[in-house]
Nanobody
Framework: QVQLVESGGGVVQAGGSLRLSCTVS????????VGWFRQAPGKEREFVAA????????YYADSVKGRFTVSRDNAKNTVYLQMNSLKPEDTGVYYC???????????????WGQGTQVTVSS
């Protein structure tokens, strides 16, 4: 079993910043990929960014490249999503999840946190 807890969401004006945290507990070592997804009302969950621990590599959706940064603190078993230059279209519920193989397909993730709301006002 693996558990994930997100935090750090909130309301921010366009151009502002937020940092989301995802703390992973339990059998975290079984999942080399921690990904961030977001879901806006009436839309499907979409890939935002991911960290692959086996390679120490990061991946981003085109819509957030240059604005968002994903990082990991191994001592705290926590993955962060630093979000800068936020836009209204970044609004949604942000989820972190863990996967073993794929990065951008939500259905391949095996566990999710409860989600945290991010609202960007114009």
């Amino acid at each position: 079993q693996v558990q994930l807890v997100e935090s750090g969401g909130g309301v921010v004006q366009a151009g502002g910043s937020l940092r989301l945290s995802c703390t992973v507990s339990g059998r975290a070592s079984a999942y080399p990929i921690v990904g961030w997804f977001r879901q806006a009302p009436g839309k499907e969950r979409e890939f935002v960014a991911a960290f692959r621990s086996s390679l120490g590599s990061t991946y981003y959706a085109d819509s957030v490249k240059g604005r968002f940064t994903v990082s990991r603190d191994n001592a705290k078993n926590t993955v962060y999503l630093q979000m800068n230059s936020l836009k209204p279209e970044d609004t949604g519920v942000y989820y972190c999840g863990v996967a073993k193989h794929t990065l951008i397909i939500a259905d391949d993730y095996e566990a999710w946190g409860q989600g945290t709301q991010v609202t960007v006002s114009s």
